[in-house]
């Protein structure tokens, strides 16, 4: 698929960000290239802030490559995963 501004994504966040959910809907707000956009997370019962937007952020094909992305940022890096590691991934087709 190719990213456009106005495309939904998904991206994984922090469940305690989410309402428990770790899984949240995001609109592309920016395109950098095939796999590098700019998006606002649409966060569950939650305020709003600056937190959910998450810049230059990598986009996956598939929710596995994204997990496994973010494993290897949080092995790496050791944070945790909230704003820092989010990935973003095309939703499943149904």
Same mark, same amino acid.
């Given at each position: 698929?190719?990213?456009?501004?106005?495309?939904? &994504?998904? !991206?994984? /966040?922090?469940?305690?960000?989410?309402?428990? *959910?770790?899984?949240?809907? $995001?609109?592309?707000? @920016?395109?950098?290239?095939?796999?590098? &956009?700019? !998006?606002? /997370?649409?966060?569950?019962?939650?305020?709003? *802030?600056?937190?959910?937007? $998450?810049?230059?952020? @990598?986009?996956?094909?598939?929710?596995?490559?994204?997990?496994?992305?973010?494993?290897?940022?949080?092995?790496?890096?050791?944070?945790?995963?909230?704003?820092?590691?989010?990935?973003?991934?095309?939703?499943?087709?149904?």
């Amino acid at each position: 698929m190719k990213p456009t501004v106005g495309r939904i &994504v998904h !991206v994984l /966040v922090s469940p305690e960000l989410n309402n428990g *959910s770790e899984v949240a809907p $995001a609109v592309i707000t @920016r395109v950098f290239s095939e796999n590098c &956009v700019n !998006v606002r /997370v649409l966060l569950d019962a939650r305020p709003s *802030s600056d937190h959910e937007w $998450a810049t230059s952020r @990598r986009l996956h094909a598939t929710e596995a490559e994204a997990r496994e992305a973010v494993r290897r940022d949080t092995s790496t890096t050791g944070l945790p995963v909230g704003f820092v590691n989010v990935h973003a991934f095309w939703p499943t087709r149904a």
